[in-house]
């Protein structure tokens, strides 16, 4: 199994940047093998797909992050990473580490970031 922790959220100003940490724990196999995605989820909004890497390494992307976040992995640390820049009020939601082993559909905690000036 699977324990995933966010980190990294908070309050940004329109167009500033912040970086989301997701650490992994437990199993370090399932973790290298698993796509890996962050989802948010704002007050009132369904829960929507942000980013998702593969295990090797292939990165897709929600049309409205295109082009302003990043995903990334370190498999050697069992870390996932979310790069967000040029922030628009609209980002502002709760983000949400995701693994979707074909066993289970792992989820962490979430954490909140707010843009906003």
């Known amino acids: 199994q699977l324990q995933l922790v966010e980190s990294g959220g908070g309050l940004v100003q329109p167009g500033g940047s912040l970086r989301l940490s997701c650490a992994a724990s437990?199993?370090?196999?399932?973790?290298?093998?698993?796509?890996m995605k962050w989802h948010r989820q704002a007050p009132g909004k369904q829960r929507e797909l942000v980013a998702s890497?593969?295990?090797?390494?292939?990165?897709n992307y929600a049309e409205a992050v295109k082009g302003r976040f990043t995903i990334s992995r370190d498999n050697a640390k069992n870390m996932v990473y979310l790069q967000m820049n040029s922030l628009k009020p609209e980002d502002t939601a709760v983000y949400y580490c995701?693994?979707?082993?074909?066993?289970?559909?792992?989820w962490g905690q979430g954490t909140q970031v707010t843009v906003s000036s």
């Open positions: 995701n693994a979707p082993t074909y066993s289970y559909d792992y």
């Open positions: 437990e199993s370090i196999f399932i973790f290298s093998t698993s796509a």
């Open positions: 890497i593969t295990s090797g390494g292939f990165t």
